[in-house]
């Protein structure tokens, strides 16, 4: 079975700061996908970045990169230049590479991030 | 480009009384279409995800159903909420399987 841990319930950052979300995964699949989303007080979600795990370099997406460690099984998303705006809740997820679980996405519980003035 | 509606935003019904949420996907073509379930402070849990009109899979038993009867139409449904029926419900559609594209959600409180 797929795992999606999120150790940090929540984090504060200086506005224009860096900050990384952690996100640790456990499965036995060799392809699979990797996904940050964004959850905003108004609850809707919100797709940030996709990482493949065949993928060699990490993804990027604007202020969101991906730090994979496939070693490790670790996905964490970092924000540069932290911005006001980006307070939120943040969900990492996974999906099975192929075949009819490819539609199934398992979420991590989430990690609050607060940005401080 | 693609958008996703979703409605009612907020829903209050008592224990026992029926459900309907329905969602709609417009600027797209035969999308993946899929109900999450979000409760208080948690992460989101996939009821139902529909290939193809008619196609429903389940992925939680439970006494919510979906329909598709339509392409871009998805509608959850229950005949008697329960108390534990209460929360965040997602609807979200994808044409890559995970990447998917979140509706404005409906907040449902069973009292």
């Known amino acids: 079975a797929q795992k999606i841990t999120q150790t940090q319930p929540g984090m504060f950052v200086q506005e224009k700061e860096a900050v990384t979300l952690d996100c640790t995964y456990d499965?036995?699949?060799?392809?699979?996908?990797l996904f940050w989303y964004k959850q905003p007080s108004s609850g809707e979600m919100i797709f940030l970045i996709y990482q493949g795990s065949y993928d060699e370099q990490n993804a990027t997406e604007g202020r969101y990169s991906l730090n994979f460690q496939k070693a490790r099984k670790s996905a964490n998303l970092v924000i540069s230049a932290s911005q006001l705006g980006d307070s939120a809740m943040y969900f990492c997820a996974m999906r099975r590479g192929s075949g009819a679980g490819s539609y199934q996405l398992t979420f991590g519980k989430g990690t609050k991030l607060s940005v401080i003035p | 480009s693609q958008t996703i509606h979703q409605w009612p935003a907020t829903l209050v019904q008592p224990v026992g009384s029926p459900l309907s949420l329905e969602c709609t996907v417009e600027g797209t073509s035969n999308p993946n279409l899929y109900w999450y379930r979000q409760a208080a402070g948690r992460g989101l849990q996939l009821l139902f995800y529909?290939?193809?009109?008619?196609?429903i899979s389940s992925e939680v038993p439970q006494n919510l159903s979906a329909s598709r009867p339509q392409d871009r139409q998805f509608i959850l449904s229950s005949k008697k909420l329960l108390l534990s029926d209460s929360g965040f419900y997602l609807c979200?559609?994808?044409?890559?399987?995970?990447?998917?594209?979140f509706g404005e959600g409906s907040r449902l409180t069973v009292l």
């Open positions: 979200a559609w994808s044409v890559v399987p995970g990447e998917l594209f």
């Open positions: 529909s290939v193809g009109i008619g196609q």
């Open positions: 499965t036995s699949d060799q392809s699979y996908g």
